[in-house]
C-alpha cells in the first residue's frame, strides 16, 4: 500500500495547491501557482497550471514524469459547481494519464474535510467570492451554485470590497451617512477622495477586481464606523444563512454539528466576526459549533485521497503534521509582497497587478465566483 500515491490539489480563485502524498502519509512534493479555476482559465488553461505544478512536485519528489504518477487523483477546485463541470474536469484529468483513478469536486470539500475527522459537518468558504457544502452523516450533501448575483449570492472579498467602495462614494457627495471608509478606502490606494478612486478605476489606471483587497480596510475601521460595522454584519448574516440552509437540507439543525470557516477572508478576519456568525447561527441551530479550519485545504484534498486507499488514523495524523510543515515552510520561503506601485494608478499604460503575478487581462475583470 504504500508505493501508492495520491495526487493532491486545491485549486482557487486566486492560489493552487499541489501534492503528492505517498499512502503512509509521507509528503513527496508540494507546489503552489496561481489560479487554477476553469471559470477563469478555461478548462484547457485550468489544466495547464495543474500541469506545469504536477512536473515541479514530481521533480521536487524525484518521481519520473513520463506516465502515471499516482493512484488516484483527488482535484478539489473553485469554479467546479455542476456536476456537468465534475465530469468534464474529471474526463480531462483522465486522459492526461496523472493518475490510474480520479476524483473530482468543489473545493469546499477540501474545507470540511481539512477541517473535520468526521467527514460530515458543514463548511463555508469565503475568499474572492463565497461559496458553502454540507454533507450529513448519512454521505447526503448539500450545495449551492456559487455563481454570484445570478444565483443570489453575496459574500467574499469582491462584494465586502465593492459595498466599501460605494459607501465611501455615498458619503462623500451626500447620498449616505458618514463613513471612515470615505477617507480610508481612497487612502489604501494612494488617493485622496472616493472620486479621484472612481475615476481611476473608470479609467482603467486601477483595475476593478483590485477591491478584493479592501476587506481588511473595512475590517479595521469596523472597530469604530458604523457603516463599515453594517458591512461586517452583512458578510457574518451571508454566512450563517448559508450554513442554516445546508443545516435545513440535511436535516442537522438539532444535531452537534460543525460549521468549518475557510477561505482568506474569513480566516483573516477578527474573532468578532467568527462571534456574530456563531451568534446568528446558534439562534436557529444551538448545538452548532463554529471554527476556522484545522488545517490548510489542500491537507483535505490529500484526506480524501487517503480515505479512498483507506489509510488509518496515525496516516491521516502524518500527513497533518507534514503537509502542514511544508505548507507553512514555503509561506514562509515566499517573497513578501511589493510595497505597493503607485506609478500604474497615474499612468493609464501601466496594467494592473493580477493574483499570480502577472499583468491583468480580461479573465481577471468583473465579480468572481465563490469556490
Known sequence: MSDEVVLAVDGGNSKTDLALVRADGEVLGLARGPLSSPHHLGLDGALDVLQRLLDQASRDAGRARNGTVATIAQLLMAGVDFPSEEEELRAAVARRGWAKRTRVGNDTFAVLRAGTERGWGVAVVCGAGINCVGVSRDGRHARFPALGSITGDWGGGYDVGLAAVSAAARSEDGRGPKTTLEQAVPAYFGLETPTALAEAIHRERIAMRRVI????????????????????????????????????????????????????????????????????????????????????????????????????????????????????????????????????????????ARPDGGTASGAFEGRPEGG
Open 213 to 352: 483587497e479592501l476587506p481588511p480596510v473595512v475590517f479595521a475601521e469596523a472597530e469604530h464606523d458604523d457603516v463599515a460595522a453594517e458591512i461586517v454584519a452583512r458578510l457574518a448574516s451571508e454566512v450563517a444563512t448559508l450554513a442554516h440552509v445546508a443545516l435545513q437540507r440535511l436535516e442537522l439543525e438539532r444535531e452537534p454539528t460543525e460549521l468549518l470557516l475557510g477561505g482568506g477572508l474569513l480566516q483573516s478576519a477578527d474573532g468578532r466576526l467568527t462571534a456574530a456568525i456563531e451568534a446568528e447561527v446558534r439562534a436557529v441551530a444551538p448545538v452548532f459549533h463554529v471554527r476556522t479550519a484545522r488545517s490548510a485545504p489542500i491537507v483535505g484534498a490529500a484526506l480524501l485521497g487517503l480515505d479512498e486507499l483507506g489509510a488509518g488514523r496515525d496516516v491521516q495524523e502524518r500527513v497533518r503534521r507534514e503537509l502542514g510543515a511544508a505548507i507553512e515552510s514555503l509561506e514562509r520561503s515566499a517573497p513578501a509582497p511589493k510595497a505597493l506601485d503607485r506609478s500604474f494608478q497615474t499612468d493609464a499604460r501601466a496594467k494592473p
